[in-house]
């Protein structure tokens, strides 16, 4: 499949018009980061793939934030990957603790006792705190419509011709994912539980045509199935929003992002699945795209010529969460069909 090339799948794109142009990024958009200083390698090998496919046709602005000051080592070894400009942000203590609400001895018993990935630490579980709820309300991204997350050490296999925020901003999309994959369970024990109560006190909060069918089994409880963080592009409103930010307030003070070890992908997941209609979550399936363990790679048409990752060695797309995705979508979209074909 390498090397294929699809003419008429490249001319549908192009039709639409989302290519790039010589003028200033036509969406307030940036390519955010949250990072530390020992990422520095990784971070350069992920962005010189973002450049190379996509960013030096584009030239959206890069933020980067941190829990202590960025080193000028760091501040060059970025800058110098790219045109493009890069701020640099150091977070606020508040958002990087863990909350006086918080039983310490509950907690402690927990890192000492929990064996799923990351139990021990607390620096892994103020990440996931500041992912959920902080990031897309630090002052440097403050008059950004849109962001797309990036992490040390991803790669991207196939070129991206087109302008995916002002893609998601002329179809009013507003949560972009290539990967799903079931979550381990152990780390979000009461998530929910939680969220359950939540919606119970909100129920208006509640998207009418929202993809909760995806997440949920069928007992009715939650089957694990989240969008894989580390990259999404999200139109900001969403995360600002009133029901988002009740909902992440009301898991924070439930405390199990340090009771267990709940994770940014989840609650992002959970919210877009309850809070968003399912026309307004978008599945980047012609993004060929790698974090340390899973990859995703288009297959056929999507790959448009320009993949080198080959799509059947990729099974995450076949997988139960991408699968059911596709099924409840097409379900949702085409009420009166006959459920899609696997
Ligand atoms: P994983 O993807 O779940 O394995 O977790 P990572 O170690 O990749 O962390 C997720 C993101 O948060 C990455 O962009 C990391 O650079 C960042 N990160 C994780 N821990 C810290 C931390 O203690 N401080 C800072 N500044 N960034 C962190
Ligand atoms: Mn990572």
Redesign the pocket.
Known sequence: LIGTSNTENRLAIRDEDYSASTEAPPVRAAIV?????S?LF??RQSMRQIEDRFNSRFNYPYIF????PFTEEFKQGVSDLTDSHVEFGT?DHDS?KVPEWIDQERYEKVKLTATY??AEKD??R???R??SGFLHRHPLLKDLEYYWR????VEYFCDIDYDPFLFMKQNGLKYGWTIAMPEFMDTIATLWNTTEQFIGEHPEYLAKHSLREWITGNGGGYNGCHFWS?FEIVDLSFYRSAEYQAYFDYLDRAGGFFYERW?D?PVHSIAAALFLNATQVHYFDDFGYF??QVSTCPGGSKQRGRCVCDSDLSIVQNGFCSVRYRNIKHQILHPDSPTAAH
Request: proline share 9%; net charge negative.
């Open positions: 980061a949250l990072v530390r200083n990422d990784g971070l934030v941190n829990d202590e977070l990087w990935p990351h620096s892994y103020k990440m996931c500041f992912q990036i992490e040390p050490d580390n994770g992908a974090h340390p």
